[in-house]
C-alpha cells in the first residue's frame, strides 16, 4: 500500500510540473533586459538578461548581431559546453519573412519557399535573415573595459539572449519544447510593437505592408488590431473593440501610427495580455 502510494505521489508531482510548464509563458523585454516567466496572471520569476549590439532595431538579416522581437516558440533544447544549455528559438517566423519581403530583402521566389518550410514546421538556419537565435547561458553581462574603467556589457551576443547559467537552469524547470517566447522593446510605441507581432495580411514590395491580430479578453471580448503601412511612409492602426459579436468602439491612429491619449494604456494592456494572442482568419495577400 505504501508503495502505490508513493507511486501515485511521483505521478501526482510529475503531473502539477508539466502542468506548469505548460501554463508557462516567456517574455523578454529588450529594453528593460529582463526575461520573465509568466504563470496565469502573475509573473512567477524574473531574470537579468544580455542582448545582442544596442539598438532599437530588431533583427533583420544574416550578421546584423541583433536580437530580433516577435512571438517565437522553442524548438530545441540542447546541451551546450560554452553556454551551458541552448534553447533554440523559431526565428526567423512568418512576420520576419513577410518584413524582409516587402523591404526587398528577399525576393518572391525564396519568400514561397520559405513560408512553405515553415508551415511543415521547420526551422530556417539557412535564409538571409540569419538563425540559430536562442537563450543561452554564460551571463547576463561581461565585465569590459572602456577608458580605463570596468563597466557591464549587457550587449554582448551575436544576437541570442544570454542568462546567468544559474539562472538558465532555474528556467529549465518551466520550459518545454513549443513554449512560447515573447519578445519586445517595452519603450517602443504601440504600433512598432505591433508591427513585429503581427501576422501578415497583405504584402506587396516596397508598397504596402499590412497585417492584423486578435487580443482575447475574455469570451466575449476580443480586440482586433489591424496595421496598415506604405513604403512612403504612412502608417495607420486601427483598433476594434468586439463584445459577442458586436463592434463596440474603435480608434485609429494618425498617419505617423500615434494613438495620442490612449497610447500608453493600450500598450500595458497588450503586454500584460500577451498569452490571450490568437491569429486572424485571413490569407495571406501577396
Given at each position: 500500500m505504501k508503495k502505490i502510494l508513493v507511486i501515485l505521489l511521483f505521478y501526482l508531482i510529475i503531473f502539477s510540473f508539466s502542468f506548469l510548464k505548460a501554463e508557462t509563458?516567456?517574455?523578454?523585454?529588450?529594453?528593460?533586459?529582463?526575461?520573465?516567466?509568466?504563470?496565469?496572471?502573475?509573473?512567477?520569476?524574473?531574470?537579468?538578461?544580455?542582448?545582442?549590439?544596442?539598438?532599437?532595431?530588431?533583427?533583420?538579416?544574416?550578421?546584423?548581431?541583433?536580437?530580433?522581437?516577435?512571438?517565437?516558440?522553442?524548438?530545441?533544447?540542447?546541451?551546450?559546453?560554452?553556454?551551458?544549455?541552448?534553447?533554440?528559438?523559431?526565428?526567423?517566423?512568418?512576420?520576419?519573412?513577410?518584413?524582409?519581403?516587402?523591404?526587398?530583402?528577399?525576393?518572391k521566389e525564396k519568400f514561397i519557399k520559405w513560408i512553405n518550410r515553415l508551415e511543415n514546421s521547420e526551422t530556417l538556419k539557412d535564409s538571409l535573415l540569419g538563425g540559430e537565435i536562442g537563450i543561452h547561458g554564460g551571463g547576463a553581462f561581461k565585465w569590459e573595459k572602456k577608458n580605463g574603467k570596468l563597466y557591464k556589457n549587457y550587449h554582448w551576443t551575436k544576437g541570442c539572449i544570454a542568462l546567468d547559467n544559474k539562472d538558465l537552469l532555474e528556467l529549465l524547470k518551466y520550459i518545454k519544447s513549443g513554449q512560447k517566447v515573447f519578445i519586445l522593446n517595452s519603450q517602443k510605441k504601440l504600433y512598432d510593437i505591433l508591427k513585429k507581432f503581427v501576422y501578415p495580411t497583405k504584402i506587396k514590395p516596397f508598397e504596402i505592408f499590412e497585417g492584423e491580430l486578435y487580443l482575447k479578453l475574455n469570451e466575449d471580448t476580443y480586440i482586433n488590431f489591424h496595421l496598415i503601412e506604405n513604403y512612403q511612409g504612412f502608417k495607420k492602426l486601427i483598433i476594434k473593440k468586439w463584445v459577442r459579436g458586436a463592434l463596440k468602439e474603435q480608434i485609429e491612429s494618425d498617419e505617423s501610427g500615434n494613438i495620442s491619449n490612449k497610447e500608453d494604456n493600450l500598450k500595458k494592456l497588450f503586454i500584460e495580455n500577451l498569452e490571450n494572442l490568437l491569429k486572424p482568419y485571413k490569407q495571406l495577400e501577396i
Open positions: 509563458i516567456i517574455i523578454i523585454d529588450k529594453s528593460r533586459k529582463t526575461l520573465e516567466i509568466k504563470g496565469k496572471e502573475k509573473i512567477i520569476a524574473s531574470y537579468e538578461i544580455g542582448l545582442g549590439l544596442e539598438s532599437t532595431l530588431p533583427k533583420e538579416k544574416k550578421g546584423d548581431f541583433l536580437t530580433p522581437e516577435g512571438i517565437f516558440k522553442i524548438v530545441d533544447i540542447k546541451t551546450s559546453e560554452e553556454y551551458k544549455y541552448f534553447l533554440e528559438l523559431n526565428y526567423p517566423n512568418l512576420n520576419d519573412l513577410a518584413l524582409a519581403y516587402y523591404k526587398g530583402i528577399i525576393e
